[in-house]
């Protein structure tokens, strides 16, 4: 699932275009300020910025400067959405690293097709994922340790699938509770040991791999050491 970071002060269309990116099939988080933004940006890493200029406590060029001053955001393409429609205007823009300008008004599905384009020839997403004997199936929403079927709470299978699709990446607690709780969350650090606990104890068998690995200090990663197959 893309993961789309929305920058837009207006409420009535920071919903609108919400919703319709949800319905589309992407994740969306973001922020109707611009203080923040980068930060936001930084901790989501997200693969598409949809980005307001005129922002009443920031400015929303001086933003994707920053994402282009990044080095890991720096090729994550940003459209900006706004009411400057001066070919200045969209030329200091695109001059500046935007990669797509609308004016707004403008029509949703538009939008969502030129969000469409920058994901255009990118690989399909794996719907199974496998490591070892244990594998787990996106669209079934069924995770099996070879012939046996696991039962996994909803929030376990989202940490177990956002882990295993990122093999060796150690995450933080913090990343992992935006990433699988949300930012509208009312759990703590401690939650994320607690459901890894759990997910360790349905997943692994006493003298088996290691799946999930402990950093201390950082976090939790997938056991890259582990083989890797994915399949569509």
Same mark, same amino acid.
């Given at each position: ?38 930060? *936001?940006?930084? =901790? ?9 200029? *005129?922002? %009443? ?18 090729? #994550?393409?940003?459209?900006? +959405? #706004?009411? =400057? ?29 030129? $969000? ?7 690989? %399909? ?10 594998? +787990? ?5 069924? $995770? ?8 996994? #709470? ?11 699709? =990122?093999?060796? $990446? ?20 401690? #939650? ?16 088996? %791999? ?23």
């Amino acid at each position: 699932m893309k993961k789309i970071v929305l920058i837009e002060d207006d409420a009535d269309l920071y919903n609108l275009v919400q919703y319709n990116l949800d319905k589309e099939g992407f994740q969306v988080v973001g922020s109707q300020t611009g203080k923040g933004a980068l930060d *936001m940006c930084r =901790r989501e890493h997200p693969d598409l910025v949809i980005l307001d200029i *005129m922002l %009443p406590d920031s400015d929303g060029l001086e933003i994707c400067k920053g994402i282009r001053a990044n080095s890991d955001l720096a090729n #994550t393409p940003v459209i900006f +959405l #706004t009411a =400057r429609a001066s070919e200045t205007d969209r030329i200091v823009g695109l001059e500046l690293g935007a990669n797509d300008y609308i004016v707004k008004p403008f029509f949703v599905r538009e939008l969502i097709a030129r $969000v469409k384009i920058h994901f255009r020839g990118d690989k %399909p997403v794996s719907k199974v994922l496998r490591s070892g004997d244990l594998e +787990l199936d996106r669209a079934r929403c069924d $995770v099996r340790r070879g012939d046996e079927a696991l039962t996994l #709470t909803a929030t376990e299978f989202r940490l177990l699938e956002f882990l295993m699709s =990122r093999p060796g $990446v150690v995450f933080s607690r913090e990343q992992l509770l935006d990433a699988v709780w949300g930012h509208d969350r009312a759990v703590t650090d401690r #939650t994320v040991d607690v459901y890894v606990l759990r997910l360790r104890q349905k997943i692994e068998q006493e003298g088996g %791999p290691a799946f999930i690995r402990s950093v201390r200090g950082f976090g939790y990663s997938f056991n890259v050491e582990v083989p890797q197959e994915q399949l569509q």
